[in-house]
């Protein structure tokens, strides 16, 4: 469920008309559009701005007093679903076409590392990799919760979000574990798989990640 959905009903239809309105408005709009008092629609502002989701705007000269305006953040604009599938798929297509599956492999792999060392996770233990880690896929759609299995610290994502993807394109989930790997240090094993008729996506932390040269050295040996 997106976080939109998540939200009561007011507060849904107070960000639609934000959306509708992107130079921002004032509160008596919203007073004559939700049907709900000045105090109502102050303290659903006062929530959402502390979300980061709501703004002031800049004030409309109006010929007397400033009139406060609010619109929407950048991150309020993300919370509205966007549908990249079809595109995406379609990119993924030419790509494979042109790079065949070892080339679609590499750049996937590539992809995930740049993506996974520009935001590296910390944390002193397997189960706080795992912590992080999960609340890192949560916030992108994965649904995800850190727990443990056998001993073994792990992430369970019951939504993947390539999942249109990775059913036409096996290698989808290199970018997964190379963005993973990269952003935690760790190595990790996917040991189960939606697409694959799983329950979940689950993701186990094996251990400190082999240095990048030793990647390397070992697949020249191979």
């Given amino acids: 469920m997106s976080r939109l959905r998540q939200l009561g009903g007011t507060q849904q239809a107070l960000l639609c008309h934000l959306l509708r309105h992107p130079d921002g408005t004032d509160v008596e709009s919203l ?4 049907r709900i008092s000045h105090n109502a629609v102050r303290q659903h502002l006062t929530a959402l701005i502390a979300h980061g989701w709501v703004e002031r705007a800049p004030s409309l000269p109006t010929g007397g007093r400033p009139q406060a305006r609010f619109r929407l953040t950048g991150s309020g604009h993300e919370l509205f679903p966007r549908n990249y599938a079809l595109i995406a798929s379609e990119l993924l297509d030419a790509v494979a076409e042109k790079l065949g599956e070892d080339g679609t492999r590499e750049m996937l792999t590539r992809l995930g590392e740049k993506l996974g060392g520009a ?82 996506c689950r993701f186990a932390i094996a251990g400190e990640r082999q240095p990048m040269h030793e990647h390397a050295l070992g697949a020249k040996n191979e």
Wanted: glycine fraction near 10%; hydrophobic fraction near 40%; proline fraction near 1%.
């Fill in 31 to 34: 007073c004559a559009r939700l």
């Fill in 119 to 200: 935001e590296p996770l910390h944390g002193a233990c397997d189960a706080e990799i795992a912590q992080a880690l999960a609340h890192r896929l949560d916030r992108a759609g994965y649904e995800a919760i850190a727990t443990t299995r056998g001993g073994q610290a792990q992430v369970e994502a019951f939504n993947c979000v390539f999942h249109g993807l990775a059913r036409r394109h096996r290698h989808v989930c290199s970018f997964d574990i190379a963005f993973m790997e990269t952003a935690t240090g760790r190595r990790i094993e996917h040991t189960e798989c939606i697409v694959r008729g799983g329950n979940v």
